[in-house]
């Protein structure tokens, strides 16, 4: 019964500047990583940045460094994506990723729904 619930996802222009979250809730033992996939329309899903959750150690995508900002909420389970200076190019469906073992079961890769970012004039 784990999940992945992402928030923050909308409109704004290019230069602008959004925050998603993402909590995991459920019957959860440990998690050992989360992160954030991206996928536009006719493309492929594509990473673009994840955090160790015991560390707070993150990773970028090329495009996307130097721009977003991946971090550990102050609540359990939680990671904040920081998304600035936001171009067209990043306009997507965002995808919350985590790598978590729930009781009772081994670790695996959990998936949310998935929340629309639009970058437009």
């Known amino acids: 019964q784990v999940q992945l619930v992402e928030s923050g996802g909308g409109l704004v222009q290019p230069g602008g500047s959004l925050r998603l979250s993402c909590a995991a809730s459920?019957?959860?033992?440990?998690?050992?990583?989360m992160g954030w996939y991206r996928q536009a329309p006719g493309k492929e899903r594509e990473l673009v940045a994840t955090?160790?959750?015991?560390?707070?150690?993150?990773n970028y995508a090329d495009s996307v460094k130097g721009r977003f900002t991946l971090s550990r909420g102050d609540a359990k389970g939680v990671v904040h994506l920081q998304m600035n200076s936001l171009e067209p190019e990043d306009t997507a469906v965002y995808f919350c990723?985590?790598?978590?073992?729930?009781?009772?079961?081994?670790?695996?890769?959990?998936w949310g729904q998935g929340t629309q970012v639009t970058v437009s004039s």
């Open positions: 990723n985590g790598y978590i073992r729930p009781y009772g079961s081994e670790y695996k890769y959990y």
């Open positions: 459920g019957s959860i033992f440990s998690i050992l990583n």
């Open positions: 955090i160790t959750m015991g560390t707070g150690s993150a």
